[in-house]
C-alpha cells in the first residue's frame, strides 16, 4: 500500500539545494540603499555651490570673531539713512591717522600690497561704493567694464564674474591692462574677496577688501561701552558717527618676474594704481558729505551731490540703478 520513491526524493533534495545556494548569492550582493540614493540626488545641487564657494579662502577664527562684531553692530532699526543723518548734521572728521600702504615682496612675487585707511562714511556707504557695478564713475582707474555676471546670488552674498580694462600711470608712462577675476562680496560682514580667473601675463592676481565699523563717538556714551548699534545709537541720542575702516591686501604675481630695475618700475606702478584707487574712495566719500578732501572744511552740496548722498543710502543694486536712470532723464 505503501511505496517510496527514493529517485524523485533525490532529485528534490537536489533542487532544493541549489535554490539554497542562489539565495545565499542574491543574499550576498549589495543592496541599492534607496532613501541614501534620493538623499544624495536631493543634496547634489547644494554640494555643487557649495565646491564653487570653496574656491574662497574660508575664515579664521579672528575673523569669526570680527564678523561677530559685525552682527551686532547691524541692527534694522537704524538704516543706513539714519546713519548718514548723524553725519550730516557734524560731518567734519580730523582724522588722525593717514593711509598706510606697505609694499612686501614674497618670494616668487612681484609684490604684496597691505593697504589701511580711514573713511568718514559708514560701512553699509562704503561697501556701496566698492561693489557698485558702475563704480567705475568712482574709481578713475577703471576704463572700462567689459563683462559682469552674476554666478551665484544669496540676497547679501553675491559671487560675481567681471572683466575690466583698468588704466596704469606711473610716472610719465601709461596704459591698460585687462583683468578677469571671480568676485565673492559678502555684506554680512562688508568683505569682498577677489581671484584672477584665467592665467595670463598675470600668472596670480588675487586679494581681499575689509571694512570695519569705527564708533567716533563712543566717548559720549562713557562710562558705557555699547555692545550694540541701537545701544550707541541711543546712548548718544542720534548723534553718534560710524566710520569705516578700509583694508585692502593685493598680491601680484606675473608669470615671469623681471629683473630690477623692472621689477622696481612696475611695483611703482601697482603701488601708484592702489594709491589712486583709495584717494578715489576718499574723495567720494568727501563729496558725498559735501566736505572738502583737502581741507576738511563744509562746502555746499550741489544736486549731483544729493542724488549721489540718495544713491548710496540704497542698499539695493536695482534701486541705485533705477535712481541713476531717473537722474540721467531729468539732466536731458
Known amino acids: 500500500m505503501f511505496t517510496t520513491d527514493f529517485g524523485s526524493m533525490g532529485d528534490k533534495e537536489g533542487s532544493n539545494s541549489r535554490k539554497n545556494v542562489q539565495i545565499q548569492k542574491i543574499n550576498r550582493r549589495p543592496r541599492v540603499n534607496l532613501p541614501a540614493l534620493r538623499g544624495f540626488l536631493l543634496q547634489f545641487p547644494g554640494k555643487v555651490q557649495r565646491h564653487l564657494k570653496s574656491r574662497f579662502k574660508r575664515p579664521t577664527e579672528t575673523e569669526g570673531s570680527n564678523r561677530e562684531m559685525m552682527f551686532k553692530l547691524k541692527d534694522a532699526k537704524f538704516s543706513l539713512e539714519k546713519q548718514m543723518q548723524a553725519w550730516t548734521k557734524n560731518p567734519v572728521w580730523d582724522d588722525d591717522q593717514p593711509t598706510s600702504i606697505e609694499v612686501v615682496v614674497p618670494k616668487g612675487s612681484l609684490c604684496q ?24 564713475r568712482v574709481f578713475k582707474n577703471i576704463q572700462e567694464v567689459l563683462s559682469r555676471k552674476v554666478l551665484l546670488d544669496e540676497g547679501s552674498r553675491q559671487i560675481v564674474d567681471l572683466e575690466q580694462a583698468a588704466i596704469w600711470r606711473f610716472l610719465w608712462w601709461s596704459g591698460t591692462i585687462s583683468v578677469h577675476v571671480l568676485v565673492d562680496q559678502n555684506r554680512d560682514d562688508y568683505s569682498m574677496k577677489f581671484k584672477q580667473v584665467t592665467a595670463g601675463f598675470m600668472k596670480r592676481f588675487e586679494g581681499s577688501w575689509k571694512v570695519e565699523p569705527i564708533l567716533l563717538d563712543e566717548k559720549l556714551c562713557h562710562p558705557f561701552k555699547p555692545k550694540t548699534l541701537s545701544e550707541y545709537m541711543s546712548c548718544t ?56 578732501a583737502t581741507d576738511s572744511t563744509t562746502t555746499s552740496p550741489n544736486l549731483d551731490q544729493v542724488s549721489s548722498s540718495n544713491e548710496i543710502q540704497t542698499l539695493d543694486i536695482k534701486e541705485r540703478w533705477a535712481l541713476r536712470r531717473r537722474r540721467s532723464r531729468r539732466n536731458m
Open 237 to 292: 541720542q542720534c548723534n553718534g558717527r560710524i566710520a569705516s575702516k578700509v583694508t585692502l591686501q593685493q598680491l601680484v604675481e606675473p608669470a615671469i618676474v623681471p629683473p630690477p630695475p623692472i621689477s622696481w618700475y612696475l611695483r611703482g606702478i601697482t603701488s601708484k594704481t592702489v594709491e589712486m584707487l583709495i584717494n578715489d574712495l576718499v574723495e567720494e566719500a568727501a563729496r558725498i558729505k559735501g566736505v572738502s
Open 113 to 136: 600690497l597691505n593697504v589701511k585707511t580711514n573713511v568718514g562714511l559708514p560701512p553699509d556707504a562704503v561697501y556701496n561704493i566698492v561693489t557698485d557695478p558702475d563704480n567705475r
